[in-house]
């Protein structure tokens, strides 16, 4: 199976399973190099889509417009449209910056047990390309 991911064809078959397509996230040591590798597209997307949001605006030298501003939303009200702006906020930088990927679904929580921790929990389900298998991302925001 085949996805052409800006202009690059990404291909996760046998004959491909010893090349790497990018770095794993967070960093850490790999077994054949100095990071760990992805060698899916799909593990690729979930690695580039945590990078993605997990990124202050500006923190990225000469790109200072990548990433997604989450973390400056957990100083807003939690009120009637937090979770709203997280959505928003999650889907523009995606559709923007990762438009091979298709949120179908984001859980967001805010349990008082994060509330009072200063954290938000999200869970996001995608899609890569035309692909059939739906995967997850969990992360947790904090400051």
Do not use: C, H
Not at 82 to 97: A, G, H, L
């Amino acid at each position: 199976m085949a996805y052409e991911i800006s202009k690059k064809v990404v291909i996760d078959t046998e004959e491909f399973n010893d090349y790497a397509v990018g770095l794993s996230l967070p960093l850490k040591n790999g077994d054949g190099g100095f990071f760990e590798q992805n060698f899916t597209s799909f593990n690729q997307a979930k690695s580039n889509l945590k990078n993605l949001l997990l990124t202050k605006k500006g923190e990225r030298i000469a790109q200072p417009e990548f990433g997604s501003g989450l973390q400056s939303l957990l100083f807003e009200p939690i009120d009637s449209e937090f979770e709203i702006k997280i959505t928003d906020t999650i889907t523009e930088s995606v559709e923007k910056w990762l438009p091979y990927i298709t949120i179908e679904d984001i859980f967001i929580d805010i349990s008082d047990s994060n509330k009072d921790r200063n954290k938000v929990g999200v869970e996001i389900k995608f899609r890569v390309g035309e692909a059939i298998s739906l995967q997850t991302v969990t992360f947790t925001l904090g400051t």
